[in-house]
């Protein structure tokens, strides 16, 4: 099982910054890539980036160009830069860990969550 805890959420103005952070506990297990997620009261949780074991990284289309995600494998910690905040950004913000089992397959962990509010 990996466990993972965020931590850099917070309240900050239309045009700030903030970085989310995520650390990963250290295991046996293979973790094959990190991302965060997001999501709304009465929406569906939606990708906002995410990082594979070989670097290679994805975006959300909202967040293209204003965020970035990177990893550091050997601290097992994945980061989230989020510039040029917009009110729209405000959700609440999930770690994720792609994992695999040698014997038994793929998982998912989540984190427990960090809110992010962009408001004046």
């Known amino acids: 099982q990996v466990q993972l805890v965020e931590s850099g959420g917070g309240l900050v103005q239309p045009g700030g910054s903030l970085r989310l952070s995520c650390a990963a506990s250290?295991?046996?297990?293979?973790?094959?890539?990190m991302g965060w997620y997001r999501q709304t009261p009465g929406k569906q949780r939606e990708l906002v980036a995410i990082i594979t074991s070989g670097g290679s990284t994805n975006y959300g289309d909202s967040v293209k160009g204003r965020f970035t995600i990177s990893r550091e494998n050997d601290k097992n910690t994945v980061y989230l830069q989020m510039n040029s905040l917009k009110p729209e950004d405000t959700a609440v913000y999930y770690c994720?860990?792609?994992?695999?089992?040698?014997?038994?397959?793929?998982?998912?962990?989540w984190g427990q969550g960090t809110q992010v509010t962009v408001s004046s």
């Open positions: 994720s860990a792609d994992w695999r089992h040698g014997l038994y397959g793929n998982f998912r962990s």
């Open positions: 250290v295991s046996i297990f293979s973790i094959n890539s």
